[in-house]
């Protein structure tokens, strides 16, 4: 599983205090628990007023690169400002994220084109975020267009199928399943990403949801997830998933993770 550690986003309010309060320790320590907890992406979002918004990534980035060499996922809904950010970061990353809607992908695309960068690509466009499988089937097959005219393979991409409020879908997640299922079959190499947390909203004991949800998602193809590392219920869930899956050759992985107390359950 590839994990984009979520911690450092403004949204959280113990970030968005430490970046008004400029508090460097708070951001480095964060970035450094995640990276040593097992992530692969150090998601960065400001979450700031636009104004400030390319001032502060910069400051962020430079405060994780201090401390760790895990690469920097780019996280804003502005392409222009993700295209700005690439400049401060040391090694390819991630951008987060594209989608179907305005001129997000023809931005960014021709950025990365020729380079080693990733980019998250969500499944909506200018309607929306479609309600069925196959209306999200469809603005995939586009984002898959896009990637052809500009040269980008499938590996390089994170496509997020959108994962929405459980207590307001009316067949949890078998539409999520359906096309999680059908874009691994059409381009196995590809990446299917996703927010884990967010299909627990407004829903008690969220972590249980999560958990379950994560399981589910993986049997059908998912392979990245953007969560926090530092959830160690979590991380044992998807080191236990892989093993179950036959991903983890002798279970090597998961006995690795539980010696080293990766996930909390070593007396």
């Known amino acids: 599983m590839i994990i984009i550690g979520e911690k450092i986003n403004g949204a959280i309010p113990s970030v968005a205090k430490a970046i008004a309060a400029k508090d460097a320790d708070f951001i480095k320590n964060l970035a450094k628990a995640q990276s040593e907890a097992g992530a692969a992406f150090i998601d960065v979002c400001a979450s700031v007023d636009v104004n400030v918004e390319l001032e502060t990534m910069k400051w962020l980035i430079d405060l994780v ?49 020729d380079t080693k960068w990733d980019c998250a690509a969500l499944l909506c466009d200018e309607t929306g975020i479609p309600q069925d499988a196959e209306k999200r089937l469809k603005v995939f097959a586009e984002v898959m267009k896009k990637a052809k005219e500009y040269n980008i393979d499938p590996s390089r991409l994170h496509i997020d199928p959108l994962v929405q409020m459980l207590c307001t879908s009316e067949d949890g997640i078998i539409s999520v399943v359906e096309v999680i299922k059908e874009i691994k079959k059409q381009y196995p190499q590809i990446h299917v990403t996703g927010g884990a947390s967010n299909i627990s909203f407004n829903l008690p004991a969220r972590k249980l949801v999560n958990q379950a949800f994560i399981v589910l998602a993986m049997n059908a193809g998912m392979d990245s997830a953007i969560i926090d590392p530092l959830n160690r219920d979590m991380m044992g869930m998807i080191f236990a998933t892989e093993a179950l899956m036959g991903m983890d050759e002798y279970c090597m992985e998961y006995i690795g993770a539980y010696r080293e107390d990766k996930f909390g359950q070593k007396k």
């Open 65 to 113: 690169q201090e401390v760790t060499d895990t690469p920097i996922a780019i996280d804003s809904p502005n392409p222009r400002i993700c295209a700005e950010a690439m400049k401060f970061c040391k090694k390819p990353g991630l951008i987060n994220s594209v989608s179907m809607e305005g001129d997000k992908i023809d931005v960014i695309f021709p950025l990365i084109a």
